[in-house]
């Protein structure tokens, strides 16, 4: 279960994500969603928009820089567009069958 300070975090990411990107959805995976993280475990957030370019995943990685740098956390994104997470070679992959089962939704 997600720690109150993750939520805390994830809150604040989404918020900021979505200043720019109103569509975004965002969920949280892995070990910190799970209950088995560590002191040093990464916080692991799944972001899937209309469209993805490198300015755009530029911009996003520079946010979880930003916000886990604040709180003391490695924010780890993995970015897809909304073809490819629901209908691409992707949508049939372990992490995005995770990311739906056992993710948080922002």
């Given at each position: 279960m997600i720690s109150g300070e993750d939520n805390r975090i994830l809150s604040e990411f989404s918020r900021r994500?979505?200043?720019?990107?109103?569509?975004?959805?965002?969920?949280?995976?892995?070990?910190?969603?799970?209950?088995?993280?560590?002191?040093?475990?990464?916080?692991?957030?799944?972001?899937?928009?209309?469209?993805?370019?490198k300015e755009t995943y530029d911009w996003i990685r520079d946010i979880a820089w930003e916000i886990g740098?604040?709180?003391?956390?490695?924010?780890?994104?993995?970015l897809f567009d909304a073809e490819e997470?629901?209908?691409?070679?992707?949508?049939g992959s372990t992490i995005v069958g995770t990311i739906l089962k056992e993710g948080v939704p922002a």
């Open positions: 994500i979505r200043e720019r990107f109103q569509e975004a959805r965002i969920w949280a995976f892995g070990s910190r969603v799970r209950g088995n993280a560590t002191w040093d475990s990464d916080f692991d957030i799944c972001v899937v928009l209309e469209c993805v370019n740098f604040e709180n003391e956390r490695v924010i780890t994104t993995v997470f629901e209908k691409g070679p992707m949508s």
